[in-house]
Each structure stands twice: as structure tokens, then as C-alpha cells.
């Protein structure tokens, strides 16, 4: 079983920076895909970043050049660095893990960008 659990949300004015972390816990694996998702109301879930076990990492065009994902193997932790945000990147972001064939999701941390 794997457990995510993440934190570093709040309220930002428009331009400003937050980091977000997510600390796995549980039964992972050193090959495992990590990322975060994104999700606001009434839209579906975004995939926004993710970065494999070797350090490859993807963005999606919404955040391309703003965010920044990096992972520690060594504690189980990955980091969303996002600057400068925009009142439209205002969601709920998801920690996800990928290993075995399946995807396990945390909690989520809200993010309110102001303008």
C-alpha cells in the first residue's frame, strides 16, 4: 500500500511563487513515476507535471516554463515549484505515484491564486 500526503498550498497573489511537497510512504518502488494533478471546479482532472524515477520530466503546456518538478528518492519526496503563478492555475493539486500498473492519488492541497 502506498500513502501520499501533501502540503505547501495556500493563497497567492497573481505573479507571486509557491512549493508544494508530497511525501510517499509505504511499499515504493525505486522505479516508480511520481507527478501532480491538477483539478478546478467543474473541470476534469490535468495532469500538470510529472518525473520518472531517472529524473525525465514532462509538463504540460499550461504550466510549460512556470512549474518546476524534482523529486528526493533518497526520502520519498517530490516538489512542485510554481512561478509566477496565475489566477488560473487556482485548483486543487494531487500528489500521484505510478508503480505496478496502478496509480495511487493523495489528498490533494488547494491553491488559490488571486488577481
Known amino acids: 500500500q502506498v500513502q501520499l500526503a501533501e502540503s505547501g498550498g495556500g493563497l497567492v497573489q497573481a505573479g507571486g511563487s509557491m512549493r508544494l511537497s508530497c511525501v510517499a510512504s509505504g511499499s515504493i518502488s525505486t522505479l516508480a513515476t511520481m507527478g501532480w494533478g491538477r483539478q478546478a471546479p467543474g473541470n476534469e482532472r490535468e495532469l500538470v507535471a510529472s518525473?520518472?524515477?531517472?529524473?525525465?520530466?514532462t509538463y504540460s503546456d499550461s504550466v510549460e516554463d512556470r512549474f518546476t518538478i524534482t523529486r528526493d528518492n533518497a526520502k520519498n519526496t517530490l516538489f512542485l515549484q510554481m512561478n509566477p503563478l496565475k489566477p488560473e492555475d487556482t485548483a486543487v493539486y494531487f500528489c500521484?505515484?505510478?508503480?505496478?500498473?496502478?496509480?495511487?492519488w493523495g489528498q490533494g492541497t488547494q491553491v488559490t491564486v488571486s488577481s
Open positions: 518525473i520518472t524515477s531517472g529524473g525525465i520530466t
Open positions: 500521484y505515484l505510478q508503480q505496478g500498473g496502478r496509480a495511487y
